[in-house]
């Protein structure tokens, strides 16, 4: 063999550290026997995974990993782990390289905050500051002792915006230029494709289709509970977003003076209400069955969780939580434990939203990409029943 066109590796002990640091402390166990490949219901039938992936673990082949398409069709069901013969956790190693992916591919070099919880009271420090200068701003004076409470007598919606619309614009930026970045990598990296992918708006179509009915993840077997309280997560967000966008929509209709709609807060009964609160809903009863699998189940089928699992799913539970109980807290006419929890739900808001490029958040938009970039290079499998 002409030695000057041998394949060079390259590999990289740190690369295997940070996988094992990141809940992939099982993958010096594999023995490549292939029974994970085999039994995985969503891999490709060409260069299938995770059994390759977890060779390229072993011997830190970073530049293979990160970037790799194939790392985004894991779902982590752990069909794998529950068949591997030498007790190896294929699934949790493909979400460990998952997780220091969102490091590596947003931008601005503040990946590295969010890798280690010795970080956490700093991201937390700036919403609480941020927020809190702007209540003694904006609030109302004596907002505490006006009644009805109204919550944007503490926070006026333009102080919202002023506070959120830059930050989440800076947010928006950095989950754009990462999904640039990784992209670029699925061309340059992904096994199993040759040629061009072909057109991706047809690709992000079925993409769009196969996510709202959570096609790959119903196709798991060991962790399949989780899907049901997946897509009411899923779904309940999305409610919560719309509301969201419903709800300042009409706040600037009514300012603007281009029409006279409902103005906050609404009531029980108005549709908008009705949407927030059935969102509401959905979502935590999804979040709090996926957060007691976590922290109940057993890791062999749930998988095991790592810092930034923690740090997303704490933050999205919170965040849901607090969204409730600020509302129950105000119907009831409390008004300090009202606006006290207003308080931190703009926090964790603000954690959820503004810190999503750099934290598991981000994998809705990493998984969509590798989605559509397999389905654009017929990568995905087709099952046949
Ligand atoms: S089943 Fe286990 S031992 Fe076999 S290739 Fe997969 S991870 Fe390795
Ligand atoms: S966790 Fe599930 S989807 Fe991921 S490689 Fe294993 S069997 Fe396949």
Redesign the pocket.
Known sequence: MDQTQAPIIEPDVSFARRIIENGGDTLK?????????AVCNVTPDNAPF??KE?IWAQWGLKDRLIGNADVWLCHQCND?SA????G?N?GDVMAAIRNISFAHFAPFGLGALFTSKKYLPLLLLLPVVLIGVAVSFGSKQGFMSIKPIVFSNMMPVHVIDLVFLPTVGLAALAALIGVSNIMKSFKARTPGVSGQPGPMIPAAIKTVLGILKHEKMAQCEANAPRTIAHQMLFYGFFALLATTTLVAIMYWINKLGIGSVSATPLALAHPVKLLGNAGALLAFIGVSIIYKRRLTGDPKNVGKTGYYDSFFGTVLFWTITTGILAEIFRLIDISPAAFGVYYIHLVLVFTLLVYAPYSKFAHMLYRFMALTYSNAARRSKERVE
């Open positions: 166990k594999c023995f490549q026997c292939g029974n994970c490949s995770p059994r977890m794998c068949h591997c013969p030498r190896a294929p």
